[in-house]
Protein backbone atom coordinates (compact mmCIF):
# COMPACT_ATOMS: atom_id res chain seq x y z
CA UNK A 1 0.00 0.00 0.00
CA UNK A 2 2.74 2.47 0.71
CA UNK A 3 4.43 1.57 -2.08
CA UNK A 4 1.48 2.02 -4.38
CA UNK A 5 1.42 5.73 -2.83
CA UNK A 6 4.73 6.45 -3.45
CA UNK A 7 4.64 5.49 -7.04
CA UNK A 8 1.68 7.20 -7.81
CA UNK A 9 3.55 9.86 -5.93
CA UNK A 10 6.17 9.85 -8.53
CA UNK A 11 3.94 9.76 -11.55
CA UNK A 12 2.23 13.01 -10.42
CA UNK A 13 5.21 14.76 -9.43
CA UNK A 14 7.51 13.59 -12.86
CA UNK A 15 4.05 14.85 -14.73
CA UNK A 16 4.02 18.17 -12.78
CA UNK A 17 7.64 18.13 -14.05
CA UNK A 18 7.59 17.87 -17.19
CA UNK A 19 4.90 20.10 -17.99
CA UNK A 20 6.58 23.25 -15.66
CA UNK A 21 9.06 22.91 -18.05
CA UNK A 22 7.71 22.72 -21.34
CA UNK A 23 5.37 25.28 -20.14
CA UNK A 24 8.40 27.50 -18.98
CA UNK A 25 9.83 27.44 -22.53
CA UNK A 26 6.13 28.05 -24.21
CA UNK A 27 5.40 31.13 -22.00
CA UNK A 28 8.93 32.24 -22.45
CA UNK A 29 8.16 32.55 -26.44
CA UNK A 30 4.78 34.02 -25.76
CA UNK A 31 4.85 36.64 -23.35
CA UNK A 32 8.45 36.48 -21.34
CA UNK A 33 6.70 34.92 -18.37
CA UNK A 34 9.39 32.30 -16.21
CA UNK A 35 8.81 29.05 -14.50
CA UNK A 36 11.53 30.21 -12.02
CA UNK A 37 14.08 27.92 -11.38
CA UNK A 38 13.61 26.79 -7.55
CA UNK A 39 9.97 25.62 -8.33
CA UNK A 40 11.81 23.41 -10.67
CA UNK A 41 14.19 22.39 -7.90
CA UNK A 42 11.73 21.58 -5.54
CA UNK A 43 9.34 19.53 -7.68
CA UNK A 44 12.46 17.72 -8.92
CA UNK A 45 13.15 17.02 -5.34
CA UNK A 46 9.70 15.74 -4.36
CA UNK A 47 10.15 12.83 -6.62
CA UNK A 48 9.52 14.67 -9.87
CA UNK A 49 13.30 14.86 -11.18
CA UNK A 50 12.75 12.36 -13.78
CA UNK A 51 9.54 14.46 -15.44
CA UNK A 52 11.90 17.58 -15.14
CA UNK A 53 14.98 16.33 -16.78
CA UNK A 54 12.77 14.50 -19.87
CA UNK A 55 11.01 18.49 -19.95
CA UNK A 56 14.79 19.79 -20.40
CA UNK A 57 15.43 17.62 -23.21
CA UNK A 58 12.11 17.54 -25.10
CA UNK A 59 11.23 21.26 -24.72
CA UNK A 60 15.24 22.05 -25.68
CA UNK A 61 15.42 24.47 -22.70
CA UNK A 62 18.80 25.91 -22.46
CA UNK A 63 20.74 24.28 -19.85
CA UNK A 64 23.48 27.23 -19.43
CA UNK A 65 23.74 27.40 -15.28
CA UNK A 66 25.49 24.38 -13.87
CA UNK A 67 23.09 23.85 -10.95
CA UNK A 68 20.50 22.99 -13.76
CA UNK A 69 23.03 21.35 -15.85
CA UNK A 70 24.49 18.82 -13.50
CA UNK A 71 21.81 18.88 -10.12
CA UNK A 72 18.49 17.82 -12.09
CA UNK A 73 20.32 14.61 -12.95
CA UNK A 74 22.49 14.25 -9.86
CA UNK A 75 18.88 14.42 -8.37
CA UNK A 76 17.35 11.73 -10.32
CA UNK A 77 19.96 9.49 -9.92
CA UNK A 78 19.67 9.98 -6.29
CA UNK A 79 16.00 9.38 -6.51
CA UNK A 80 16.41 6.13 -8.30
CA UNK A 81 19.09 4.49 -5.34
CA UNK A 82 17.06 6.04 -3.07
CA UNK A 83 13.64 3.79 -4.82
CA UNK A 84 15.56 1.00 -4.85
CA UNK A 85 17.07 1.00 -1.98
CA UNK A 86 13.74 2.10 0.18
CA UNK A 87 11.51 0.70 -1.69
CA UNK A 88 12.35 -2.72 -3.23
CA UNK A 89 9.16 -3.04 -5.00
CA UNK A 90 8.60 0.31 -6.15
CA UNK A 91 9.47 -0.37 -10.00
CA UNK A 92 7.18 -3.18 -10.23
CA UNK A 93 4.41 -1.21 -8.48
CA UNK A 94 4.85 1.51 -11.17
CA UNK A 95 4.28 -1.51 -13.78
CA UNK A 96 1.07 -2.87 -12.32
CA UNK A 97 -0.22 1.29 -12.39
CA UNK A 98 -0.34 0.74 -16.18
CA UNK A 99 -1.19 -2.81 -16.53
Excluded: Q
Excluded at 7 to 28: E, Q
Excluded at 57 to 84: C, N, Q, S, T
Amino acid sequence: MFINIIAYMFLIMSGLGFILTVADRVLARISKLRVHENILFIVACLLGALGVMLGFFFAKRDLYKREIRVGIPAIAIGEVILLLWAAPGFFAAVRDIFK
